[in-house]
């Protein structure tokens, strides 16, 4: 166990060493690759067309045309009561538009004031042509949970929430859920336990249960099909805490499933995500089957959650795998084939800063921190954008990214989260492309950390400290 966990020491660090620069300019991805226009970028907090964060937490995603929508939970940075389902588009999977808060909280009801809404995934019925929201009600204790809907005539909603979803008259009493539309347009529930429904035609109640109580061990489910072959992925029981999330393979969805383990390496957490959705992107040459997972920062789930969406990876046999962690790449819709991405920029040099400290780990990697609440980091930049890598550890607190232009203005506000139960040297925040111009960036300590308590046991960091391995003026 020890020796496995310092080869997977070794491995994130080098993912991170390789990174650093020995001159001024450096290449962030280790491969040679295309440089693209836009990419997904994994563990660093996305913004909409306002600046905003964007906030679409235990997501799920669709086509509709040439746009993809995303639609979650839009958090805030304090407390968990649902405030909202938001909807993004997005043409690239990489740049996403604000579009609505699809549903937002209700006068009263499952959806309520001082509620728990979670995990909304839409499917388009084929038979009524109406788009239908489906999600996790609960009370604050997470104590009253059903499976609800919602349905709007147009993607973006506003979406009409109709209360508990029916079978055979009884709401559907169960916790994380997700949705799957197989290839004659029927549509599927899934819950966590091991839970498969079919919805009747109009998706508007259960008809009947094809899977009861498959696992004890399995939350946050998400299905998909690949060449005949049903897919049925879940993670542990850890709350929002990051795990090792494994996955179910059947020829039928009545099953029998069968037990293949786990998907990303054993000890990276599922790349220190949470699994919420996969979306197979076909293009005119193949099909790239996206994962979609939530690294979750609880209380700072609007700001500081991020997205860690990756490229699965399939074998002959069918065996699913993320092998690696693909920092930044690309999904080209059009041909459904992704690319690696390589991000390019020069090194800044980081002045000595008031409560900052120079750290560096077994492994040798070297980085600045701090814990002191207020502490900051300032650097002046010329340019677009700047990226900042940092080492995220078991002890890694928020931290606050401030961008100001040279009138003083404020023009990006951002948290980003420097925690990880294993050590991981990545990127953890990346600013928008701002117009060419003088700046200031500023990173403070905010004396928080990620914390949860849940039914059966406290989560979280041990301490509050954040990270700064490297600054980048990305090209
Ligand atoms: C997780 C679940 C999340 C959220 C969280 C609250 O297990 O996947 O969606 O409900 O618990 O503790």
Not at 49 to 75: P, W
Not at 433 to 460: I, N, S
Request: glycine share 10%; hydrophobic share 40%.
């Amino acid at each position: 166990m020890r020796l496995f966990r310092l080869l997977l020491l070794k491995r994130i660090l080098v993912i991170g060493l390789l990174s650093v620069a020995s001159g001024k300019e450096e290449h962030l991805s280790f491969r040679a690759v295309p440089v693209a226009a836009t990419a997904i970028h994994s563990g660093v907090p996305w913004y909409d067309q306002h600046h905003q964060a964007v906030s679409a937490r235990g997501a799920g995603l669709i086509q509709e045309g040439n746009r993809f929508y995303l639609f979650g939970e839009f958090k805030r940075d304090h407390g968990n009561a649902f405030v909202g389902f938001s909807c993004y588009s997005s043409a690239d999977l990489a740049t996403w538009i604000f579009e609505s808060i699809a549903l937002p909280v209700q006068p009263e009801g499952p959806l309520g004031p001082d509620r728990v809404g979670e995990r909304p995934k839409v499917m388009k019925n084929p038979r009524t042509g109406e788009f239908v929201m489906f999600m996790h009600t609960d009370n604050a204790a997470y104590k009253d949970q059903a499976v609800g809907y919602a349905t709007s005539p147009s993607i973006t909603g506003p979406y009409t929430f109709h209360g508990p979803l029916l079978f055979a008259g009884q709401p559907v009493k169960k916790w994380d859920m997700g949705v799957f539309q197989d290839d004659d347009g029927s549509g599927y529930l899934i819950t966590h336990s091991g839970n498969l429904y079919a919805l009747s035609d109009d998706y508007k109640s259960v008809a009947r249960q094809l899977v009861k109580d498959m696992t004890p061990h399995c939350e946050a489910p998400a299905i998909f099909k690949r060449e005949g072959l049903y897919y049925w992925l879940g993670s542990g029981l850890t709350a929002w805490e990051r795990n090792d999330n494994h996955y179910f393979t059947a020829i039928s969805l009545a099953g029998p499933w069968q037990d293949r383990g786990l998907f990303a390496p054993q000890g990276t957490l599922t790349w220190n995500s949470q699994t919420t959705f996969v979306l197979p992107v076909t293009g005119s040459e193949t099909t790239t089957y996206l994962f979609l997972g939530d690294r979750w920062a609880h209380p700072r789930q609007n700001s500081a959650a991020t997205y860690v969406w990756q490229p699965l990876q399939f074998d002959a046999d069918g065996r699913l795998s993320l092998p690696e962690f693909h920092q930044s790449w690309n999904l080209d819709t059009r041909t459904g084939r992704w690319a690696p991405v390589s991000l390019r920029g020069k090194l800044l040099n980081i002045p000595p800063a008031e409560g900052w400290t120079p750290h560096t780990d077994a492994a040798g990697v070297t980085d600045l921190r701090s814990k002191v609440k207020g502490a900051t980091l300032t650097l002046p930049f010329t340019g677009t954008q700047v990226a900042i890598h940092g080492v995220a550890r078991s002890d890694g607190g928020f931290g606050e990214i401030q961008i100001k232009d040279h009138t003083g203005k404020v023009v990006l506000t951002s948290i980003v989260e420097t925690y990880c139960l294993y050590p991981e040297a990545s990127l953890k925040f990346l600013s928008p492309r701002l117009p060419p111009g003088d700046y200031t960036l500023t990173v403070t300590v905010l004396g928080e950390r990620f914390f949860w308590q849940a039914k059966r046991a406290a989560y979280g960091s041990s301490d509050d400290f954040v990270s700064v391995q490297k600054i980048l003026l990305v090209d």
